[in-house]
């Protein structure tokens, strides 16, 4: 989960049973009661807005001009729900991997409690039977549509950890409390989507720089904030005040253009698992592809012929390990101009391409001081200047990553440039197909770059 703003994606009709008709209405009334402030120049609409609900500027907004101010009271969290007492004294049984079980209780609980203060910010959700992250999509057209990205992988651990997590720890809490949380409330499929909500639409506060050794803050729901769509090139932001939180815009936004918030800094293939959308090629600056660690030793290991060449290169690959730089399930990470993980593959280059007498000296001086040579600097720009070894590793390695996609970047570039063909795919294929185009293209820019 990012430490920005989370929104829908989804379009269809909202949830929360017997809404008011127009459910806008009743979260303004709802707003001016609990001192949720909005700026009289934006508006809530589902016109004008790339997907759902969204908020949209009404007059000509400047950049610092306060767009909406949320009190704390206002916001959702472990803390503020009705039964944030008993989460609280339970604590220690409700302690998970993911750290969210006490907000996904408080969820379940105020979801079907009648008379919910958040009942009317409940009615602008999404329908939960129509949220699109792929964790909801058959897992035949998840593997089809999303192999090779990496999405289907972080699907598989996601589902597991929320079944385990589901019947070993909040199952049994229900269970325990049958008077706060009714019989419909106790099921694997709606908690799933809770999840889905958590992970699409939660705020999680950044810590303060003196804070960093502590536990990352617990996630909130923050009525309005999730009101609002991300792009990469964002004209708005979330500000932490110790009485409220203040969205502010960051760039100037004409009348009757939409506020957009950012979920961080997000590759497509994130996008999607986690908010259920993504951005299209070439508007996402963040998108990135991995080449997974082992695709790097198992291009290094093609270039062995004797058991000895072998059995060196495992060794040079346990030192790597050892020195933290690569991992069995780690990624080097590549964006369009730089590589965010440069120190890593800059390091498992260098340590698998470097002659055996120089690996025998650097492994006795425990890996180098601060010894990094301008000329092995690993930014998109100076690829082309590496040593031949490396560069030849690296294409090796691009090369066998491109053959985990079960299409080819011609085909891809065909329907996306027959737009009467694109037109006709359903919605979860156009967005599979920008996932699998975006990596590609980050690949094949390696490709050149290392011919």
């Known amino acids: ?111 079907q409690a009648p008379a919910s203060p958040w009942s009317p910010y409940f009615a602008l959700w999404p329908e939960l039977g129509r949220l699109e992250h792929p964790m909801f999509w058959p897992e035949e057209e998840r593997r089809r ?156 290991l093609q270039g062995t012929k004797a058991e000895a060449e072998r059995l060196l290169l495992y060794e040079r690959w346990d030192f790597l390990c050892k020195l933290e730089m690569v991992g069995e399930e780690g990624a080097f990470v590549i964006g369009r101009e730089e590589v965010l993980t440069e120190e890593e593959l800059t390091s498992t280059l260098k340590v698998l391409c470097m002659p055996a007498e120089e690996f025998r000296e650097f492994k006795e001086k425990d890996g180098w001081g601060d010894n990094k040579r301008e000329e092995d600097s690993l930014t998109i720009t100076n690829i082309p200047n590496l040593k031949a070894s490396w560069k030849q590793l690296l294409r090796d390695s691009v090369l066998l990553t491109l053959q985990t996609y079960a299409t080819d970047l011609k085909s891809e570039q065909d329907l996306l440039s027959n737009k009467e063909v694109y037109t006709k795919l359903s919605w979860r294929e156009q967005q599979a197909l920008q996932v699998r185009y975006g990596q590609k293209m980050i690949l094949h820019q390696l490709l050149e770059l290392t011919s």
């Open 145 to 300: 549509l999303l192999q090779g990205t990496g999405v289907p992988e972080a699907v598989e651990k996601d589902l597991a950890n929320i079944r385990s997590e589901y019947y070993s720890i909040v199952l049994p809490f229900m269970e325990a409390h049958p008077d706060l949380f009714s019989p419909r409330v106790r099921s694997l499929e709606l908690y799933r989507q809770l999840v889905a909500v958590v992970m699409a639409y939660s705020f999680q506060e950044p810590l303060e720089e003196e804070e960093d050794e502590k536990e990352p803050n617990s996630p909130l729901m923050v009525p309005a904030a999730d009101i609002l769509n991300h792009l990469a090139n964002h004209n708005a932001n979330l500000e932490y005040s110790p009485n409220c939180l203040r969205m502010v815009a960051t760039q100037p936004i004409p009348k009757g253009h939409e506020i957009f918030n950012t979920y961080g800094q997000m590759a497509n293939w994130q996008l999607i698992h986690m908010y259920g959308f993504v951005e299209p090629y070439p508007d996402n600056t963040d998108d990135t592809a991995d080449i997974q660690m082992v695709t790097v030793r198992e291009a290094a």
């Open 1 to 111: 989960m990012a430490t920005q703003a989370k929104r829908r994606r989804v379009a269809g009709p909202v949830g929360g049973g017997d809404a008011d008709p127009d459910p806008v209405v009743g979260f303004l009334s709802w707003c001016r009661q609990v001192g949720l402030e909005l700026s009289p120049k934006v508006a809530v609409s589902r016109q004008g807005t790339v997907a759902g609900y969204g908020m949209v500027a009404r007059e000509s907004v400047q950049p610092g001009e306060l767009l909406f101010v949320v009190p704390r009271a206002a916001l959702l969290s472990q803390h503020t729900c009705s039964i944030g007492g008993l989460l609280e004294r339970e604590r220690g049984a409700l302690q998970s991997q993911s750290g969210w079980v006490p907000l996904l209780l408080a969820l379940l609980h105020e979801l």
